[in-house]
């Protein structure tokens, strides 16, 4: 198991930026690929992007394509997520999330990701 502590969010108007952090702790972090994922109030949890295991390649979902961006330090056991030209229906609890398999480029599926962090408040106003 992994212990997944985010950190970064809050009240931000639309079209700035805020920069969202992930630290591991447990098993190797390095060897296992990363996910944010949110949830919008009264919605359900949806995928936002995720990060191979040796950060080489990523992959976003539509919605934030070209707005977010996610990194990692597998020396500092840390993820990130950068996002860019906030809008108003950005506005989630944003939770970290490792995959359960090794080695692995990630996936959009939650059932895939076995630690999860508590997630981090992002409240973006018009």
């Known amino acids: 198991q992994v212990q997944l502590v985010e950190s970064g969010g809050g009240l931000v108007q639309a079209g700035r930026s805020l920069r969202l952090s992930c630290a591991a702790s447990?098993?190797?972090?390095?060897?296992?690929?990363m996910a944010w994922f949110r949830q919008p109030p009264g919605k359900e949890r949806e995928f936002v992007g995720a990060?191979?295991?040796?950060?080489?390649?990523?992959f976003y979902a539509s919605s934030v394509k070209g707005r977010f961006t996610i990194s990692r330090d597998n020396d500092k056991n840390t993820v990130a997520l950068q996002m860019n030209r906030l809008k108003p229906e950005d506005t989630a609890v944003y939770y970290c999330?490792?995959?359960?398999?090794?080695?692995?480029?990630?996936?959009?599926?939650?059932?895939?990701?076995?630690?999860w962090g508590r997630g981090n408040q992002v409240t973006v106003s018009l």
């Open positions: 990060i191979k295991w040796n950060g080489d390649t990523t």
């Open positions: 999330a490792s995959e359960r398999r090794e080695e692995s480029d990630g996936s959009s599926f939650d059932e895939e990701y076995d630690c």
């Open positions: 447990g098993r190797t972090f390095g060897n296992h690929a």
